[in-house]
């Protein structure tokens, strides 16, 4: 390898511009502070990946072989004693280990029992800590290099700064404790009283929420524009619900749970705090209850259908009655002239027959008492009856086509829909039950991917949320069991406040107080749902591989 061990490179680590030797770069790549797709660049070059880089892939080899690394070799300057024996000069020599004194070896065994204090002066105390030897250093005996990172004198590798390295080891055995203990019911009472932790939070993405879901009943007003802002809340409450899941899940994850549930909107971003949480939502709900939207399209098709076809049914039989016939809407008007018509006819006869027998009495000298009834003719009492009933039902059907159906007519048509549907329901019913078990049994877990990957695409697909459930094992039954019981609560608490408010109900609107108290509480039952899925994948984080 022929490179210049002297030659200042740069380096971009997340956003900060660091200067080196190409000579040190080799430290960085085996402290792990250099890695493979990191930008590096060379004096005013253009930046590219550390990879790409030939003289630097034999130290990523090297780092991901496990063996040490490579050693650069610096040719400008000569040797103070001439070698005892000549050989050629070459840039870069292997070796199997650095090279360290036996005498400085002891001292760093010693000095790993106790990192409080540094190597070379032990009566300071240590400020950094090397990840490779684990010997304690003061400020003065590790390497600076841009600032924030620093080298260990003596073996080369990162060292850190010693308060990060004791959180660090209290967050390792706080996450090994956890997984000892496993997850249970005492992470169900923890998640119950974490949103209390942050009231100020919490009471105002409540209001948010609340708000949010009040918009989304804007739709039963009617308009284009009340529908527009009804999905557009359905959106800022998606956006908000799975925000907090999405936020709750990463905190806990990595171990914070410390943290407040509610994302930071400090940097705000369309995309990232609207767009791709209501996109993860409608992931979620696919993935989840999917299949039981499509049991159900395809029963209301093959319902509307027979329905239909039973009607027309109905129509041609009656039509097959002789002076029978099926009016549309527009012929509902004429069919009532029509029986007027005759009605006044019938009239107009029963009239005459009333005055040919008053004549014949006067005729005969018979005196008729004015409140005998008249003899009328058994098939003319028929048809009387039969046009009165006909009447009364094309008045009736008049007025539905002017003024909507009516709720007898509404319940006989959903009776007729509901018959319909018993006959196809052997296995519609069967499927749909079976979706939606499949529905309750994976929202879980299309939750727990969309909080931990925050894909879209992960979460759509169920091979990773089964994946998820079968490293979680028993813990997902507990999950399934836990948001059970959320469901539960939040059906209780609804009928409730239903019957309570039950005076403020509303025609067309419904009951808004009682809607709004019911989404308050189930703003907060997605908090707990939330905290629960972190503490499970927390607590399962070796079987999940979350953490690095």
């Keep these: 390898m022929t490179s210049e061990s002297n030659e200042i490179w740069q380096v971009d680590v997340n956003g900060t511009i660091y200067e080196a030797a190409f000579g040190e770069l080799s430290d960085w790549i085996d402290g792990g502070s250099l890695l493979p797709d990191d930008k590096v660049r060379r004096g005013n070059l253009r930046w590219i990946e550390a990879k790409r880089v030939p003289s630097l892939l034999p130290f990523f080899n090297a780092k991901e072989k496990g063996v040490p690394m490579p050693v650069v070799v610096t040719t400008t300057t000569a040797p103070a004693i001439a070698p005892a024996k ?4 070459t840039d870069v020599q292997a070796t199997p280990e650095p090279i ?25 105390e240590s400020q950094f800590i090397c990840d490779g030897c684990g010997v304690g250093l003061c400020r003065t005996c590790v390497k600076s290099y841009g600032g924030s990172v620093r080298i260990c004198s003596i073996c080369g590798s990162m060292c850190k700064p010693v308060n990060e390295v004791h959180t660090g080891k209290k967050e390792e055995a706080r996450r090994i404790a956890a997984a000892a203990e496993g997850f249970g019911f005492g992470d169900f009472a923890n998640a119950l009283a974490h949103p209390f932790r942050f009231k100020t939070s919490l009471f105002f993405g409540a209001g948010l929420f609340m708000l ?3 918009g989304q009943s804007a739709s039963s007003i009617g308009g284009i524009f009340m529908m527009v802002a009804a999905l557009f809340c359905l959106m800022l409450a998606n956006m908000l619900t799975f ?46 209850f999917g299949p039981l939207l499509a049991v159900f399209l395809v029963g209301m098709y093959m319902v509307m259908t027979s329905v239909s076809s039973q009607m027309n049914v109905v129509n041609s039989e009656l039509e097959k009655i002789p002076g029978t016939q099926v009016y549309s809407g527009r012929q509902l008007v004429d069919q009532s002239g029509d029986v007027k018509k005759i009605l006044n006819g019938i009239a107009q006869k029963q009239a005459n027959r009333v005055e040919s027998l008053t004549n014949t009495a006067e005729t005969n000298n018979v005196n008729i008492p004015a409140n005998t009834a008249l003899p009328v003719a058994d098939q003319e009492s028929r048809e009387q009856e039969e046009i009165w009933a006909a009447a009364v039902k094309t008045q009736k059907q008049s007025l539905e086509s002017t003024f909507g159906k009516t709720p007898e007519t509404r319940a006989q048509e959903n009776q007729q829909m509901f018959a319909a549907f018993l006959q196809l329901a052997a296995p519609l019913v069967v499927v749909g039950f079976i979706a939606l078990l499949w529905g309750l049994f994976y929202f879980p877990a299309a939750c727990a991917v969309a909080g931990y990957t925050k894909s879209f695409f992960a979460t759509i697909n169920p091979l990773v949320g089964l994946d ?3 490293r979680l094992g028993f813990n997902y039954i507990k999950i399934l069991f836990m948001g059970f019981l959320l469901f539960v609560l939040a059906i209780f608490v609804g009928f409730i406040l239903a019957i309570i408010l039950s005076p403020f109900d509303l025609p067309g609107m419904g009951n ?30 070796d079987k999940l591989k979350l953490l690095r």
């Design 86 to 89: 000549e050989t050629q000069p």
């Design 212 to 214: 949010f879901s009040l």
């Design 243 to 288: 925000g907090i899941l999405s936020n709750t899940v990463e905190n806990f994850v990595k171990g914070k749970l410390d943290e407040n549930f509610m994302p930071d909107f400090e940097d705000f971003s369309l995309w990232d705090d609207v767009i791709h949480p209501f996109f993860l939502s409608i992931g979620v709900y696919l993935t989840s």
């Design 468 to 470: 998820t459930i079968r």
């Design 100 to 124: 360290i004194q036996p005498e400085i070896k002891s001292t760093i065994a010693a000095a790993k029992s106790d990192p409080a204090f540094c190597l070379n002066h032990t009566d300071f």
């Design 512 to 541: 808004l107080i009682a809607k709004a108290l019911s989404s308050m509480v189930t703003f907060y039952i997605c908090i707990v749902f939330s905290c629960i899925i972190g503490y499970a994948l927390f607590k399962s984080a």
